[in-house]
């Protein structure tokens, strides 16, 4: 975690590119099991299917999360003030006998940058907006933080 002050930072600064490793189905059953969310979608073929999906996807509460760790990569989690997403496309997990060709869409990367600086509460904050994608540039998740910092 980088060790940054409200002096340091500069509107246009980006946040340090985070990539994750690729979605894999057991990321999708850990969280299945911590989160209680057994939705069909994320886990049954069949169900699937029905609908003209090719495979199961992802929670897009899991890509949240993945979003979230990027960001506390750089901001300590204790300064984060606001973070609020829109998801924008399905996120499919790895398939493991084809693994090379599928890696690429289960990869997920954050980028950011800083959009405002200003003080709020007695607080100097920024906000910064975020995207995330996978590794062939399609949009998971847009959004923004609120961070205070020393």
């Known amino acids: 975690m980088a060790n940054i002050t409200f002096a340091s930072v500069n509107v246009g600064d980006a946040m340090p590119t985070f990539t994750s490793d690729p979605v894999t189905r057991t990321h999708m059953v ?8 057994f939705n ?19 929670h897009g509460m899991l890509i949240m999360g993945i ?12 300064s984060l003030r606001k973070f609020s997403v829109r ?6 997990p ?4 084809d693994f090379e060709n599928t890696k690429q ?3 997920i990367t ?11 509460a007695g607080e100097k904050r ?17 959004g923004s933080f609120v961070a205070a910092l020393p």
């Open 126 to 142: 920024i906000r910064c907006e975020i995207q995330a994608a996978d590794g062939l540039g399609a949009v998971k998740i847009n």
């Open 67 to 78: 979003t979230g760790r990027a960001i506390t990569e750089w901001i300590e989690d204790k």
């Open 94 to 97: 790895v398939d493991l006998h």
């Open 110 to 120: 954050v980028t950011g940058k800083v959009v405002e600086k200003f003080e709020e």
């Open 40 to 58: 069909p979608l994320h886990h049954d073929e069949t169900f699937v299917k029905m609908f003209g999906m090719p495979r199961v996807i992802s």
């Open 30 to 37: 850990r969280y299945a099991g911590a989160s209680g969310d």
């Open 87 to 92: 998801f924008a496309g399905m996120t499919e």
């Open 105 to 107: 869409r289960a990869t």
